[in-house]
């Protein structure tokens, strides 16, 4: 199986813009890995924030934004604010077995 | 709007068993692949199994396999996770989640305690 990595941390200023990253050990992602990223906020239980690389569901705002970057899946905040305080996760690829990314703390400091 | 509600955790011993339930609303359940993920204490999420929707397509992360059954019955709307010799290592909250085109849904979790 697959090992997803993620930063592990991250900080960004309010109004700022940060770009968190998801690789896969097997090699560049694309597309066709379908990445998703989930969002979780503390005390809560995580939620889809954007599929099949770029889509978002209706609740996603508008600041959110993912990609595909130098082979690895992105997911792009631009104008953070506040509650964009939050861990965030990816999945590459769900070729049968599931593999989650690590995960990333962001940070709005 | 979709909503998905875990039921079944609590505290039991090493070896012991536990059945988890997700009852799903409010959108067409038998239609989608739905996922076991669950979270240790203060970890990251692991993905724990899935079923497709005829549960034709089974699968288990390896931590698991051979312990823990995934199941559901599209007639009553419900997922279900039996798992058998528990470990302290088992301990996490246990969600239920489906993830698509179409339909992006979790549950609350319900926690799932391994300890003597």
């Known amino acids: 199986q697959a090992v997803v990595t993620q930063e592990p941390s991250l900080t960004v200023s309010p109004g700022g813009t940060v770009t968190l990253t998801c690789g896969s050990s097997t090699g560049a992602v694309t597309s066709g890995h379908y990445p998703y990223w989930f969002q979780q906020k503390p005390g809560q239980a995580p939620r889809t924030l954007i599929f099949?690389?770029?889509n978002k569901p209706s609740w996603t705002p508008a600041r959110f934004s993912g990609s595909l970057l130098g082979g690895k899946a992105a997911l792009t905040l631009s104008g953070a604010q506040p509650e964009d305080e939050a861990d965030y996760y990816c999945l590459v690829a769900c070729n049968g077995p599931c593999v989650f990314g690590g995960g990333t703390k962001l940070t709005v400091l | 709007e979709g909503q998905m509600v875990e039921s079944g955790g609590g505290l039991v011993k090493p070896g012991e068993s536990l059945r988890l339930s997700c009852a799903a609303s409010g959108f067409t359940f038998s239609t989608y692949t739905m996922n076991w993920v669950r979270q240790a204490p203060g970890k990251g999420l692991q993905w724990v199994s899935s079923?497709?929707?005829?549960?034709?397509?089974?699968y288990y992360a390896d931590s698991v396999k051979g312990r823990f059954t995934i199941s559901r019955d599209n007639s009553k709307n419900s997922l279900y996770l039996q798992m058998n010799s528990l470990r302290d290592e088992d301990t996490a909250v246990y969600y239920c989640?489906?993830?698509?085109?179409?339909?992006?849904?979790w549950g609350q979790g319900t926690l799932v305690t391994v300890s003597s």
């Open positions: 079923i497709n929707s005829r549960s034709s397509s089974i």
């Open positions: 989640a489906t993830w698509g085109k179409v339909a992006n849904y």
């Open positions: 099949d690389t770029n």
